[in-house]
């Protein structure tokens, strides 16, 4: 039996995860649709034997959102162009099934899972601006219940997509002339709420079984979805206390759900400030926070906290009692809206705190420092391991992999070597048997 | 002013354009899902200074149709990692305006120009087999003329899309924090018959303007819309009269519909089989032919007839008179029927040379022959280029590269070197301008 250890994602997200990241000297805000730069990237992900790199993913844009969400490179050209300069590291992409069709999400899987040989993961949302709507021909975005009723129709097409060729369908048999097996061939002949689907593929199957299934809603239809579908869950949770409750209750509706709780992975987000001394990562952290545009800050907390409108308001009053309901992400605002009253904090501190890192967990301190809450949280049952979030790139990765991981190493909590060579074999979850019940 | 030159596409169809490429036994047939084997033709492709590379593409299979069309990668990725591997070469992929929506396409597009600097392509099609349909909730393939109504709104919007940002619209002033002119992002607020669509694209304007607009169809409806739209028109014309008809169609019909005949590049296919003799050329012909299984090819022949049934009939009879209409590729079905009539070919005959190069321009000779053919064709106004349909892969392409492409160089016919970087670069075509009428 082998000892349990901690799985990283790297999360890409433009020029980095901190709202004023482009405006930091060593960055050049440019390469948030550079090639070059997001290459490098993953090459130094790769040198540090992280997981997976991650790519978040919207269908519109807002005004003054994060300007990493503004304009970017899309996930599946991006992550098959870096699955052609990487070997080992994982490629997970972000796709809406509110505004797809299933049959293009399971082929550009499957194919990445080809490109890859074996490294691709979905993370499966369901999209919550308004805006996206107004880009997909809707006149309104897809209520929430409903998206998720959706969602959950479109992963089950997707699965049975992916399984239309049995391993040892194509046998093309050069001498015969037989390319395939028609009865190892399966149509999917889906008729459903949302969709009407007759398959099969024109792909065959995956390398990896099916890519990896990556959720990371966190209301309670979103818990309930990732139970049942996910293998890989991404959270944000800013105490150790929320992170332990999310982790239980998920791993138990997982086994509910008739699941090894092994086999979901609960991945918190973290954003580290790693420096020489306690001190300089201290500085670091402010350096950012001071670079938050104060408007930007503001129409970020107003937006994700549904729209509301602070005009009336000083910056140095708390945050208003009536904060509207939002048809948008539930418990992002939940979040906020806690933080907020337990620290009770003003507009102006809420939208720093809130641009910095946005309700996930944040180390600010020595290699050894930031080893020791990672170790902590994994120990404690409140992660699998981690999303990290670093604020810039690409020096919060260089000083996490030439510091951080060597002693994560060295305490035998994170592997020195890839084991195998999917994704599926990094993060020790099984590969599905090559049969439809 | 520069001499005129060539203009070279190469088709990447599995491991060849001929049906049986998959049992020649210098190829592997599992290389049709294998990135390294593109990466190879890519290499190679860039070596010989080609065009681009082109990626054709459907949404469902037939059971018994071109190996190549069973499992395959899908082009937005394959593109994209081909992108990371190559420098100059351009990449153009087929995507379908009836079952995708023009956000996508848009964004993709435009992701697929930024990570290759420049070089993307979209092959515009309509779809034309109803299996598709099944695959994406519709119960009915859409008829031809509203395939082509779509089609042309489709257009109207990625156009308008990748012209959300102007040149100079991301500032991202690092000190003043301000990171794009509100002023110069244009929401598109398309309301038409078939999409609305509001914009704007998340995705700054691509390298190329936009990327470059390629077009197939050869009915009366494609060529109208080619006219309008594309910028280079794929067509399969298999004798010189036939292409010449045809290009003078498309030139005056571009002329007519506004603009300069010199800015829409008619490419005819042409599988070009190379020998050290014509004597060897001829028998890597026959090898291949002899290789078609008769089932297959009888299926195949039927399908490109609409679904004719030939259980009635002996394959030395002749094609019989009553060929059912189709909602299909009318051109190909058309193109067909003349070929067996002209050539008086029985049914077997008529599936061999169908299944050979599928109503394609055939050279059959050593490197000198094929070269001039090529310039024949070239100069005699038929044609600006060619799409090159290499029977089986690698070693076609590799002869060409090695042996015809230095005589047509020798002649001044084509690039010793490319002049630009981007694919309008390679192709002549003018960069549109920054700015939305």
């Not at 919207?58 to 003054?64: F, K, V």
């Not at 399966?186 to 689907?197: C, I, M, Y």
């Not at 190493?409 to 979850?429: S, W």
Request: proline share 5%; with cysteine.
């Amino acid at each position: 039996m082998s000892v349990r250890q901690m799985k990283f994602g790297l999360f890409l997200m433009g020029v980095g995860h901190h709202i004023a990241a482009w405006r930091h000297p060593d960055v050049r805000p440019e390469w948030c649709e550079d090639f070059t730069f997001f290459r490098r990237i993953a090459e130094i992900a790769e040198q540090g034997k992280l997981d997976m790199l991650f790519v978040s993913d919207g269908l519109a844009i807002e005004p003054l959102s994060h300007p990493a969400e503004i304009v970017r490179l899309e996930p599946f050209t991006l992550l098959a162009a870096l699955a052609a300069v990487t070997n080992r590291i994982g490629l997970a992409g972000t796709a809406s099934t509110t505004y797809n069709e299933p049959f293009h999400i399971a082929r550009k899987f499957s194919s990445l899972d080809h490109i890859s040989r074996g490294r691709a993961a979905w993370n499966i949302v369901t999209s919550y601006y308004e805006e996206e709507a107004y880009n997909f021909s809707q006149t309104a975005h897809l209520e929430h219940r409903l998206r998720y009723e959706r969602a959950r129709e479109f992963v089950d097409v997707v699965n049975g997509l992916w399984e239309s060729w049995d391993e040892e369908a194509l046998i093309r048999d050069q001498s015969s002339g037989i390319y395939f097996h028609a009865e190892k061939w399966r149509p999917l002949n889906h008729h459903g709420t949302h969709f009407s689907v007759r398959g099969p593929l024109n792909s065959s199957r995956p390398p990896q079984g099916k890519p990896v299934l990556i959720q990371a809603g966190s209301s309670q239809d979103g818990i309930r979805f990732a139970a049942h579908v996910a293998e890989v869950v991404f959270t944000a949770q800013s105490t150790l206390t929320d992170a332990q409750r999310f982790y239980q209750t998920v791993k138990q509706e997982a086994a509910r759900a008739g699941r090894n709780p092994d086999h979901i992975l609960i991945m918190p987000g973290v954003a580290p400030y790693i420096g020489r001394t306690e001190q300089e990562a201290r500085e670091q952290y402010e350096q950012l926070q001071e670079l938050i545009v104060p408007e930007v800050g503001l129409a970020f907390l107003s937006d994700y906290l549904g729209g509301i409108d602070f005009s009336g308001y000083s910056l140095d009053d708390p945050l208003p009692d009536d904060i509207p309901e939002t048809n948008g992400n539930q418990s992002r605002r939940q979040l906020i809206i806690d933080l907020a009253r337990r620290e009770r904090l003003t507009i102006r501190q809420l939208y720093q705190r809130i641009a910095g890192a946005r309700g996930h967990f944040t180390i600010i301190g020595t290699p050894e420092q930031v080893a020791d809450q990672l170790e902590y949280w994994f120990l404690q049952g409140a992660a699998d391991g981690f999303n990290l979030m670093f604020p810039y790139y690409p020096n919060g990765l260089q000083s996490f992999v030439e510091h951080v991981i060597p002693i994560l190493q060295k305490r035998g909590l994170f592997r020195r070597n890839y084991e195998g060579t999917t994704l599926r074999d990094h993060l020790g979850l099984p590969v599905p048997k090559s049969i439809r019940v």
